[in-house]
């Protein structure tokens, strides 16, 4: 199992690839990778993916808004503070 703990901000989710302020799979691809120091499989990277859509993505369109994304740190309070993955 893998715990990451890294601090993350509203400022640094805006911070996305493509620059269309939204997260979308690739710029969840590239920031997981980032995280981990690409130490795991395409299969676990496309499994966040999933359960981060599956989780955050209130209106179907696969990516990850901005409104999402505050929607999902207002339920959590200490998400601000620290974000933890367990793989």
Known sequence: M???LCDFTIPNWLDNFDGDDQLGHDDLSK???SL???ELS???VEFIIE???EEAD???DEQISYAEFEHVV???PDFIRTFHIRI
């Open 74 to 76: 207002s339920r959590s």
């Open 2 to 4: 893998i715990n990451l």
């Open 36 to 38: 981990t120091r690409d």
């Open 51 to 53: 359960r981060i859509i």
């Open 42 to 44: 395409d299969e676990e």
């Open 31 to 33: 920031m997981i990778r």
């Open 58 to 60: 209130l209106d179907g």
